[in-house]
């Protein structure tokens, strides 16, 4: 969606909204731990994000890859900065394009700072002079694909102190095509505000977003602050000098005086906030809990579907899924990147897609193997592992290999009987309680437009040992309410489901056909599979070759099932759970021995629990990269 569009939209019902820039970082890791902050920051309910383009290109690649990641991967409206410094058409034409094949409908279109060894700016031969030529050039080739930004300088640019000649500079990259303006930084919420004022006397009268940098400590404060030339209030300065030395007092002050300086601006009708984030997101996080701009801790950002939606080329229309993903959405877009087309309204024919392969960068298990071990510990018995999940639950541990967030309110319902069934060697990954029409306004379970009606029917998925299923799934089929699937690794599917989806979320909403966003099938089932078996030999392979918990939880990824149960009468609160009425895993409390047999028919062709010499898995590790920072608070 356009950003000037969505602005229109929440000023005219008189909301308060935000958004927030990132910069490419400078390693891989870096790039990981950025992922996993934006990730938590769509919490936070951003109405779109923006990531900075290098100069001449520089880090390009990565540019185009966050904005592709930000769309389709989490659902986060994105907006790609493209500067002329140092970039010839061609250079142009393939970020554009790049944009456009991500789902990007949004461009900040800026001249750029002159490279760092070039004293002034100077257009590239065969490139662009000034904004105003790349945005015509935008709007000549994609039409209105693309909302354009600008950016705008309430206190004069580094080259050009005369702030009314700029204000004429704006508008005429407004008059070229620019529908929306994000200002340079700035500390004087007075001196914008009478700006914005001199703005519209002008003509131009689209959306003017201020441009805000958190202070994170006082040295960088007062660095950037010399760098752009903004004027900092005295008052401000009084207040910083007496704890500059300590960074959270400096964060504390600096949250009340950006607070104050955005309420100035809030009760002059500037209705939306951009934060300058530098990558981080704390600073950031206290300024909104300041303003109250934050929903309630635990409560999920309102969504149009129980499930995020990627905002990737094609995909916006997308409106149904499988639940096993559910607790790992960014592996179920990159799986299903490559389908021509998404399900809209029913599922379909999902035998004609396939699914992705495993190899895929994003779904493996995160984390090097000695944080793995660290945050998982060493297990030797199933009882240790069920202890993992116990803590998972108990919110003493913020995810597992198959829950990459923490558990949700959701789950509250169900807490207590899940403790119960992994603490008897039952390993549950995924579950919804039973819903009966809620509205869809509810701040736990609702979803989708106002004045509506969400239902959902019970769900649960865990590993069971195989000398356990024989008795479970007799159970199961004794009941008529109750549908399952159960596999091993090998993929031998056992099921007494009817062939075809089973919805187990549907909403009713005024003016509209009832919508079903999520279903169990199996075909995906099976492609999920796959992923949840790997993803604990992924596990069992960050511990060295020949310790226990290496072949305890091998040989549970080779020799036990993964099952998923519906309870299909969605007024059944508890209809699944005394199912395991007096079931228990006997050797709960055994160690696990190599050389013993593993009861009840160990699956044939399950891989081997023969110790092998394999390298570290992980996709990068959640932990704070800052020691990269570019300039990306000035956006000329």
């Given at each position: ?14 909301k308060?909204?935000?958004?927030f ?6 390693t ?20 779109f994000?923006d990531?900075?383009w ?41 970020a ?8 990007c ?6 001249r750029?700072?002159p ?20 945005i015509?050039?935008?709007r ?11 950016a ?19 508008k005429?990259?407004?008059d ?19 700006w ?13 977003i ?30 910083l000098?007496?704890v ?18 955005c309420?100035?601006?809030?009760d002059?009708?500037?209705?939306h ?5 530098m ?28 499930w ?6 094609n ?15 960014a ?46 510990g060493?297990p030797?018995t199933?009882?240790?592992?069920a ?22 309110s ?16 039952f ?14 306004s509810d ?13 959902q ?13 024989e008795e ?5 089929e ?20 009817p062939?075809?989806p089973?919805?187990?979320t ?14 169990v099938?199996a ?12 993803l ?9 070759v ?9 040989n ?32 709960i ?22 110790p ?25």
């Open positions: 969606m356009h950003i000037s569009e969505r602005l229109k939209e929440t000023e005219a019902a008189k308060v909204t935000f958004s820039e990132f910069f490419p970082p400078k891989a890791q870096g790039v990981q731990n950025l992922y996993d902050r934006m990730d938590r920051m769509h919490s936070f309910g951003p109405t994000v990531v900075t290098g100069a001449g290109g520089r880090l390009s690649h990565l540019t185009c890859e966050m904005v592709n990641v930000a769309q389709s991967v989490y659902g986060l409206e994105t907006c790609m900065h493209l500067t002329c410094t140092d970039m010839e058409k061609s250079k142009i034409d393939d554009l394009k790049s944009a456009y094949k991500a789902g409908t949004n461009i900040l279109a800026l750029g700072d490279p760092r060894d070039k004293a002034k700016w100077e257009a590239k031969e065969g490139g662009f002079q000034y904004a105003k030529d790349l015509r050039y935008i000549k080739t994609y039409g209105n694909h693309f909302d354009i930004g600008v705008g300088y309430p206190e004069g640019s580094e080259d050009q102190a005369d702030v009314d000649l700029l204000i004429d500079h704006l005429e990259k407004i070229a095509g620019g529908t929306f303006v994000v200002t340079q930084m700035f500390y004087d919420a007075e001196n914008f505000v009478e914005v004022k001199k703005c519209r006397a002008k003509g131009i009268d689209v959306p003017i201020p441009g805000i940098m958190p202070i994170h400590t006082h040295a960088a404060f007062l660095r950037r602050a010399q760098w752009t030339k903004c004027r900092i209030p005295p008052h401000w300065n009084k207040a000098e007496p500059k030395n300590d960074d959270a007092q400096v964060r504390r002050v600096g949250k009340g005086l950006i607070a104050e300086m309420r100035i601006m809030l002059a009708g500037i209705m906030l951009h934060f300058y984030t990558n981080l997101a704390q600073s950031t996080r206290m300024v909104l809990e300041e303003l109250n701009l934050l929903p309630p801790e635990g409560t999920p950002v309102k969504q149009p579907l129980p995020r939606q990627s905002l990737g080329l995909r916006r229309e997308e409106n149904v899924r499988p639940i096993f993903w559910r607790n790992r959405n592996s179920y877009v990159m799986r299903t990147q490559d389908w021509d087309e998404f399900p809209n309204g029913r599922w379909g024919d999902s035998r004609s897609p396939a699914f992705g392969e495993l190899d895929a960068y994003g779904i493996g298990l995160k984390g090097s193997n000695e944080q793995n071990i660290k945050r998982w060493q030797q199933v009882r240790d592992i202890g993992i999940f116990v803590d998972y639950l108990e919110k003493r541990l913020d995810c597992l290999p198959w829950s990459e967030a923490p558990i949700t959701e789950a509250d319902p169900l807490i207590l009987d899940l403790i119960d069934l992994n603490k008897r060697g390993l549950t990954i995924n579950s919804q309680p039973a819903v009966d029409g809620v509205k869809s701040p736990v379970h609702g979803w989708g437009p106002q004045n509506g009606y969400v239902y029917k019970s769900y649960l998925e865990l590993f069971v040992a195989p000398e356990l299923l479970l799934i007799l159970r199961i004794s009941n008529p309410e109750l549908t399952y699937y159960a596999t091993n690794i090998s993929g031998d599917l056992r099921s007494n489901n062939e075809g089973n919805a187990v549907w909403g009713v909403f005024p003016g509209k056909e009832i919508i079903q966003p999520t279903i099938e075909i995906s089932f099976l492609a999920w599979k796959d992923e949840a078996f790997r604990g030999q992924d596990w069992a392979r960050c511990h060295p020949s310790t226990p918990s290496r072949h305890l939880i091998e549970m990824m080779d020799t036990w099932y993964l099952v998923n149960i519906v309870h299909n009468d969605f007024r059944q609160s508890r209809g699944i759970f005394p199912l395991f009425d007096g079931l228990q895993l006997e050797s409390d055994q160690p696990f021995n190599v050389d013993r047999v593993v009861p009840d028919n160990p699956v044939s062709g399950a891989q081997s629990t023969t092998t010499d394999d390298p570290p898995t992980g996709q990068g590790a959640a932990v704070n990269d800052d020691s990269a920072w570019v300039r990306c608070a000035n956006p000329n």
